[in-house]
């Protein structure tokens, strides 16, 4: 594996050193003192926080005081829609994103920007992204949003409320500088360069700071948005950043609808998604005989590391499950089986809910208390 | 005067030589046969076109062609609202048009782009450009549209509808193709690097031929066009190309809101107009017996070209008044008292057109036939 990486919204490769990006990026890694403060808050932790999967932010502190202090905040994350389905690292955010909804009581805006990789040449038309749009919607209401605090809009139906908000922020950013946070160039479409303007729109969305689950990948565009808002009268975006899930083919790999064995589709047939857990690489010996001798490396392994992000919430069977594998007692074989079961009985569920979804769909876009609101909604500097 | 000269959309500097423009932009001349042809259709020629006002085109005789076939055609023209009201200048590509569409019964879409100057950076805010957006749409109603065959739309509040046909024309358009086009560069607003997709919209706002009036710097948007407009399954824009009215400050320079002496505006009071008449560089003489002596050169004479313009319909009288300036027989102070006293009614009775305009404004934006038509318009790649 290479040990260089690259991360730009676009593109994440090789092994990714968060020491370093939270350097680069020039985020804050996230401290005791936050998990110490959202565990009284909320009175509980969510596994991917208390994990430490979300490992940075920026502005955290501030949320919190600013919900202490009763001014409130709210939430805001998006999905691009592509020529393929979300895949189970896809929903990190999201999940989060509800975990903070359920706890704080706040709305939840979420971009469908289902022009992005048309325009950055990821897809060959608008209407090939389109039914994925469709199906990312409902696998994102599966997740367990409130229908009345939350928004959940498609920029080119939407774009009538945004425009005027984004050619705001547009007017702010040079293309220099769009150059160099994105690194766009001469063959980088116009409307590509426009669109970090229609992903800060939201953020302006209420007089409240903005939080924004997300991977750090997206940080750029809250980086500019940073600049932009105190000179349109509004508060700098806040973030909570999370790691990437492993793909199943390798420590820090990155799952990758191109590359099926990395990933499990949100609709995978879960036949299929026990085939490939069932092949998946782990931190397993060469040999069973080896592996009991020795141990496994469960610090190395995507399947324990699926356990660790997305399927076991109790620590204790956690840490269990990594010391039988530590000591040899846990072979990749049964583990594997776990984790299979664990996924299946997850895709089986969700496609459920999946189903149940298509019925609140309008409540979501069009219909809820907040989406009536925001159908009205205009961006006014006060 | 510098010989030099500089023609952009956004800035037109110094004396124009348009031999050299129509081969610089590469377009076509109006030849004879384009007026003999428009004159047999429309039974006249308006003044503009018989003398060679307008002097240049793209796909003219494909716009008659289609025109005769029965395919028909459409019309589009434009205002960017800034922070001043629009000149007497401005008015020429809506009177051409407004003549097409009497004369050949036409569709007419007019663009208001209230967001460009703001995005130029020729605007401090959007709020100062709107009132002047309402003021040119009433003053573009005045001159006599066909409510219910003309739609006139602001961007900010009709992108509802053109985003998506937008961001498949922004696709077409790299960035190294619009610094080419346009001149942009490191500080050109990514909001402006957009625009350029905003205005090739419209052009496809039906499966005919768009034929554009407007002025030659127009042009790089719809050079951009032609080339995008086959992929899209849409006709390459025809235009019709004039040349600028000449401001009152001498000959073949522009008409500026920012050097007020330079223009007469289209809310200026009539007193005012006559003021600034009387003061106009001319081609006189340096004094009165000296003109009758070697007589005045209407060539190159502001307050001829005013009544070759705009002033004087009438060929035959047009004439008497440049032979009667050659001989010395008119003098200055006369021709401009004269010019002074059309362009005195002029301004009234646009005024009280601009009042009636009032009642009609909401047919042009929501309620007329074609506005009704357009605000259901989605664009179908066929």
Redesign the interface.
Known sequence: MASGYTLTPWEAKGRIDYDKLIEEFGVERLEDRHFEILQELAGELHPLLRRRFFFAHRDLDHVLADYQSGKGFFLYTGRAPSKSPMHIGHIIPFIITRWFQEKFEVNVYIEIPD?EK??A?KAD???EVAPYAEKDILNIIALGFDENRTFIFK???Y???M??A???I???????T??AVFG???????????Y??LQIVPTLFEKKRPLIPCGIDQDPYFRLQRDIAPKLNRYKAAELLSKLVWGLTGPETKMSASEPETAIMLNEAPREARRKIMNAYTGGRATAEEQRRLGGVPEVCPVFHWFSVLFENDDKKLEERFWACKRGELLCGECKTHLAERVERFLVTHAQRVKEAEAKRDKFLYDGKLAQEMWNWEFK?E
Request: charged share 25%.
């Open positions: 022009e048309f325009l040449k038309s608008l209407d920029d080119t139906e774009i009538g409320r425009y005027r984004a050619v705001l547009a007017r702010h950013i040079n293309f220099s769009a150059r766009f160039d001469g063959e980088t479409s116009i409307g590509l360069i426009f970090p303007a500097l």
